[in-house]
């Protein structure tokens, strides 16, 4: 029997509940009097349908059937699960959710996305108060995991189990916050930066621009897959969460904010929070603390970077300055001698390239390899304005091999021999180093192709001219070992 979930309100946070349950496997029902409803929600569900699958390893279930309805009772019949997310109005949200439970299932949920409202302002005057919970999300919706989930004493228990389990079943982060209070917690502590960002910028400290620079270049990444607690916990170091208090702590009374009204600073205060950060992290030593945050925050910042994006696009930035430094730049024309294979890359081994048995993933030798074809290419002259013009070359066949393990950490070298340069063929061998050691070869043919029409076809005199004079040196090495050998060839 397939799960319903109704959507009332249409905008960003409505279309991304739509999105959420939708491509996880739920028929939804919008109800939304905007005449713009379905083009809004069919825009944020064609950026869902490109993402949220991708954070997968699995297949997600099939998609469910979306439909809009101009009646309310219609939309709402049947549904399991009912989404409100009208505007921040509290007399709007008290007529809509008289209206719904006046025609709805009394064992639905009636989730309200409500930033502001506790959910016992939500239930005043309902018919039926134990079915209004507060479930708050974070934009954009199918991405972020994160959902307050905030009940009354009207709630019971079993209800606000089924509806945790419920969200936990879309991929989402339900948090069960304990008291009912203004703005939950994720938007009490937004605010409080919100409003010390509001005046440093009026003081004329810093420009918008400036304060979001600080976030996303330093405490936010941290925030990002530690939070607070568990950050200053690490800043802490052996010593943990008392030390930190205690070196810190009075900064509290200090006038570095314009936000005063902090709490007494107590031993009592002291030990509830050393003693909850104790429950939270003390089944680590701070030494692995430190590498569970490298870690996180090395698939972070790789994330960031291969967007472009925030501190990312620092990173990408550093990387031009080091490659322009080294000797993987430059074009043949330039090269002098072109005798011995040529090193087409040299890089560490990031940490999200390694898997479960410590060592270099096979997908990551393919992308290693892949990646000095593209220099090679580069080389001879197919470079972006080439490829931009309408040319390039893909790649019609791969042959790799894994001759030793490749670590976290450790310098890889590839050496590429060009067996063949002529015509629309480029046959590439690549071996892959460390140190004076072999660990993997990768043998490439690539076939030039017009990116018009996407057949083969002969690429430019000079990429043929440099591809002739390096095959031409190339072709007095010996052939290198393993080359055209295919799985279960003799040794």
């Given at each position: 029997?397939?799960?319903?979930?109704?959507?009332?309100?249409?905008?960003?946070?409505?279309?991304?509940?739509?999105?959420?349950?939708?491509?996880?496997?739920?028929?939804?029902?919008?109800?939304?009097?905007?005449?713009?409803?379905?083009?809004?929600?069919?825009?944020?569900?064609?950026?869902?349908?490109?993402?949220?699958?991708?954070?997968?390893?699995?297949?997600?279930?099939?998609?469910?059937?979306?439909?809009?309805?101009?009646?309310?009772?219609?939309?709402?019949?049947?549904?399991?699960?009912?989404?409100?997310?009208?505007?921040?109005?509290?007399?709007?949200?008290?007529?809509?959710?008289?209206?719904?439970?006046?025609?709805?299932?009394?064992?639905?949920?009636?989730?309200?996305?409500?930033?502001?409202?506790?959910?016992?302002?939500?239930?005043?005057?309902?018919?039926?108060?134990?079915?209004?919970?507060?479930?708050?999300?974070?934009?954009?919706?199918?991405?972020?995991?994160?959902?307050?989930?905030?009940?009354?004493?009207?709630?019971?228990?079993?209800?606000?189990?089924?509806?945790?389990?419920?969200?936990?079943?879309?991929?989402?982060?339900?948090?069960?916050?304990?008291?009912?209070?203004?703005?939950?917690?994720?938007?009490?502590?937004?605010?409080?930066?919100?409003?010390?960002?509001?005046?440093?910028?009026?003081?004329?400290?810093?420009?918008?621009?400036?304060?979001?620079?600080?976030?996303?270049m330093g405490f936010g990444l941290r925030w990002a897959q530690m939070g607070l607690f568990e950050t200053y916990r690490?800043?802490?170091?052996?010593?943990?969460?008392?030390?930190?208090?205690?070196?810190?702590?009075?900064?509290?009374?200090?006038?570095?904010?314009?936000?005063?009204?902090?709490?007494?600073f107590t031993e009592e205060l002291v030990d509830l929070i050393a003693g909850q950060s104790d429950a939270q992290s003390g089944h680590m030593s701070i030494r692995e603390l430190e590498r569970q945050?490298?870690?996180?925050?090395?698939?972070?910042?790789?994330?960031?970077?291969?967007?472009?994006?925030?501190?990312?696009?620092?990173?990408?930035?550093?990387?031009?300055?080091?490659?322009?430094?080294?000797?993987?730049?430059?074009?043949?024309?330039?090269?002098?001698?072109?005798?011995?294979?040529?090193?087409?890359?040299?890089?560490?081994?990031?940490?999200?390239?390694?898997?479960?048995?410590?060592?270099?993933?096979?997908?990551?030798?393919?992308?290693?390899?892949?990646?000095?074809?593209?220099?090679?290419?580069?080389?001879?002259?197919?470079?972006?304005?080439?490829?931009?013009?309408?040319?390039?070359?893909?790649?019609?066949?791969?042959?790799?091999?894994?001759?030793?393990?490749?670590?976290?950490?450790?310098?890889?070298?590839?050496?590429?021999?060009?067996?063949?340069?002529?015509?629309?063929?480029?046959?590439?061998?690549?071996?892959?180093?460390?140190?004076?050691?072999?660990?993997?070869?990768?043998?490439?043919?690539?076939?030039?192709?017009?990116?018009?029409?996407?057949?083969?076809?002969?690429?430019?005199?000079?990429?043929?001219?440099?591809?002739?004079?390096?095959?031409?040196?190339?072709?007095?090495?010996?052939?290198?070992?393993?080359?055209?050998?295919?799985?279960?060839?003799?040794?």
């Open positions: 029997m397939s799960k319903v979930a109704t959507i009332l309100g249409g905008g960003v946070i409505g279309g991304g509940w739509a999105a959420r349950f939708l491509l996880n496997g739920w028929d939804v029902r919008v109800f939304d009097p905007d005449p713009e409803a379905e083009r809004k929600i069919g825009e944020v569900l064609a950026n869902a349908r490109r993402s949220l699958p991708g954070l997968s390893d699995v297949a997600l279930p099939p998609e469910g059937a979306l439909s809009f309805h101009s009646d309310m009772a219609e939309a709402v019949a049947g549904a399991s699960w009912i989404q409100e997310s009208v505007p921040e109005r509290l007399e709007l949200k008290h007529k809509v959710l008289t209206q719904v439970q006046a025609v709805c299932d009394p064992t639905a949920v009636i989730g309200s996305s409500t930033s502001g409202f506790k959910p016992s302002e939500l239930q005043q005057g309902a018919a039926r108060p134990e079915q209004i919970v507060v479930t708050h999300p974070f934009n954009p919706v199918y991405l972020l995991p994160l959902v307050e989930l905030v009940a009354s004493p009207a709630n019971p228990a079993d209800r606000v189990a089924g509806a945790k389990a419920t969200l936990e079943s879309l991929g989402m982060f339900p948090l069960h916050v304990r008291k009912e209070i203004d703005a939950h917690i994720a938007d009490r502590l937004l605010e409080a930066v919100w409003r010390e960002s509001l005046w440093l910028v009026k003081d004329g400290v810093a420009t918008t621009a400036e304060i979001d620079e600080a976030i996303r690490v800043a802490g170091g052996e010593a943990g969460m008392k030390h930190f208090m205690a070196q810190f702590g009075p900064c509290l009374q200090w006038p570095w904010t314009k936000l005063m009204d902090v709490p007494e945050r490298d870690d996180n925050l090395v698939g972070i910042l790789r994330a960031l970077k291969a967007q472009g994006w925030g501190a990312g696009a620092v990173l990408g930035a550093q990387d031009v300055r080091l490659k322009a430094g080294s000797d993987l730049t430059g074009y043949a024309e330039e090269m002098g001698d072109v005798s011995q294979p040529i090193v087409t890359l040299r890089r560490a081994v990031p940490l999200d390239w390694t898997d479960y048995n410590g060592h270099m993933n096979e997908s990551r030798y393919l992308q290693a390899f892949c990646d000095a074809s593209d220099r090679f290419m580069e080389l001879v002259g197919c470079d972006a304005d080439y490829i931009a013009s309408g040319g390039s070359y893909f790649t019609a066949e791969t042959h790799i091999r894994h001759l030793a393990e490749a670590h976290a950490g450790d310098v890889i070298e590839v050496r590429t021999h060009l067996l063949m340069g002529q015509g629309k063929k480029m046959h590439l061998f690549h071996t892959m180093y460390r140190g004076d050691e072999a660990v993997a070869t990768g043998e490439h043919m690539l076939i030039h192709v017009s990116l018009e029409t996407r057949r083969s076809s002969p690429p430019s005199a000079r990429i043929e001219a440099n591809m002739a004079r390096i095959a031409a040196a190339h072709g007095a090495l010996p052939l290198p070992e393993g080359a055209g050998r295919f799985i279960g060839a003799p040794r």
